[in-house]
T-cell receptor, first 111, second 113 residues
């Protein structure tokens, strides 16, 4: 079945550092890929998405590229801020089946 | 504004009681989902529904029940058979099952007292 593997956290960075959170997946068919963000005590919000190979999703300075050859969708940001502190979830979806989420990665950015 | 609404935000339950968590969406989405999240953990799927009057068990359905009588509504009942119900519960919806973006509610934090 479908699965998503995220790098284990927690991740702690200083403000303005470069961020990478790794995500790899296993899926049948041609999935869409997503990154969601969860702030404390809240639901998840879509951060970015990509629907086909080589697509790059981007939002709020975050980017991720759909790499079919390496089955990856790594999240990157060039300069993190304290306000980026949250839990980040990688997810995949295939038409006709349920969404599959990774375990989540806690990011803490210190001033 | 379109969105997905969960209520209540906080809920306290005595042991042995059933409680129902509400989830309503006005996005005209076909699919709806219930997830459980424990502290520091990921999301675990309880139930999902692709169309009205139909739903499927997720990975941890034991001790929970759902109904989908209307497209807009997908309530979750936590029964007394659920031995460890204290958790954060999240409802989500998508336009179609799987490949579409999911919209989430703000969550309900259930505590057994």
């Amino acid at each position: 079945g479908d699965s998503v593997t995220q790098m284990e956290g927690p991740v702690t960075l200083s403000e303005e550092a470069f961020l990478t959170i790794n995500c790899t997946y296993t899926a049948t068919g041609y999935p869409s890929l997503f990154w969601y963000v969860q702030y404390p005590g809240e639901g998840l919000q879509l951060l970015l998405k990509a629907t086909k190979a080589d697509d790059k999703g981007s939002n709020k300075g975050f980017e991720a590229t759909y790499r079919k050859e390496t089955t990856s969708f790594h999240l990157e940001k060039g300069s993190v801020q304290v306000s980026d502190s949250a839990v980040y979830f990688c997810a995949l979806g295939t038409s006709g089946s349920r969404l599959t989420f990774g375990e989540g990665t806690q990011l803490t950015v210190n001033p | 504004d379109g969105g997905i609404t969960q209520s209540p935000k906080y809920l306290f339950r005595k042991e042995g009681q059933n409680v129902t968590l509400s989830c309503e969406q006005n996005l005209n989405h076909d699919a709806m989902y219930w997830y459980r999240q424990d502290p520091g953990q990921g999301l675990r799927l309880i139930y999902y529904s692709q169309i009205v009057n139909d739903f499927q068990k997720g990975d941890i359905a034991e001790g929970y029940s759902v109904s989908r009588e209307k497209k807009e509504s997908f309530p979750l009942t936590v029964t007394s058979a659920q031995k460890n119900p204290t958790a954060f519960y999240l409802c989500a919806s998508t336009k179609m099952t799987g490949a579409a973006e999911a919209f989430f509610g703000q969550g309900t934090r259930l505590t057994v007292v």
